[in-house]
C-alpha cells in the first residue's frame, strides 16, 4: 500500500508542477497578446500621421506651386502692360506732334514764294529736326500716290476724273499720313479716281 501511496504521491506531486508550470505561461500568453495588440495599434497610429503628414506636404507643395505660378503669371501681364504702356505713350507723343509738322511744311512751301531765305532755312531746320525726332520713334509717313486705295491707310475725301490716272487709285494726297509700327497714327486724306 505504500508504494500506491507513493505512485498516487507522485502523481499529484508531478500534476501540482504541471499545474503551477503551465498557470504562468498562461498568464504570459495574454500579456504577449496584449503587447502586440499595443504593438500594433502604435504602428497603426504612426502609419495614420505619417499618411497624414505626407497629405499635409504634398497639400503644401501644390499651393507653393500655385503662388509661384500666379507669380510668374502676375510678372508676365505686368511686363506686358508695361509694355504696351510704353508704347501708347510714343503713339501719343508722335500724334500730338503730326500737327506742328504739318504747319512746318506748309510754312517751307509758302517761303518759296516770299522773299524771305532766312525765314525758310529756319523753318527747313526745324522741320528737319521734326522729321528726325519722329524717325527716332519710328514714325513714318504714308504718301502712296499712284496706288491703289487702301481704306486701312488712307480716307478718300475727294474723286479725281478718269485723267487723273487708273481706276481706284490715289491720284493726290491732301494730307499725309503717318505710321508707327505698323500701328496708323493718321490716315492720309487722299483724292482717289473713281472705278468705272
Known amino acids: 500500500m505504500k508504494k500506491r501511496k507513493a505512485v498516487k504521491a507522485m502523481t499529484e506531486e508531478e500534476k501540482k508542477p504541471a499545474v503551477t508550470e503551465e498557470a504562468p505561461q498562461q498568464e504570459e500568453a495574454p500579456a504577449q497578446d496584449a503587447a502586440e495588440s499595443a504593438t500594433e495599434q502604435d504602428a497603426a497610429a504612426l502609419t495614420k500621421q505619417l499618411e497624414e503628414a505626407a497629405a499635409k506636404a504634398d497639400e503644401y507643395l501644390s499651393m507653393a506651386q500655385r503662388v509661384q505660378a500666379d507669380f510668374d503669371n502676375f ?22 506732334m503730326l500737327p506742328v509738322l504739318d504747319n512746318l511744311e506748309r510754312a517751307v512751301a509758302a517761303a518759296d514764294t516770299a522773299e524771305g531765305d532766312a525765314l525758310k532755312s529756319g523753318v527747313e531746320l526745324t522741320l528737319r529736326l521734326m ?66
Do not use: W
Open 75 to 96: 510678372r508676365r501681364r505686368n511686363e506686358s502692360a508695361r509694355v504696351d504702356a510704353y508704347s501708347e505713350g510714343q503713339r501719343n507723343v508722335a500724334a500730338a
Open 131 to 196: 522729321r528726325d525726332a519722329l524717325t527716332k520713334l519710328e514714325v513714318t509717313p504714308i504718301d502712296r500716290q499712284g496706288e491703289v486705295f487702301d481704306p486701312h491707310l488712307e480716307n478718300a475725301v475727294l474723286q479725281g476724273t478718269a485723267e487723273d490716272g487708273e481706276p481706284g487709285t490715289v491720284c493726290q494726297v491732301l494730307q499725309k499720313g503717318y505710321m508707327m509700327g505698323k500701328t496708323v497714327l493718321r490716315h492720309a486724306m487722299v483724292k482717289v479716281v473713281p472705278e468705272d
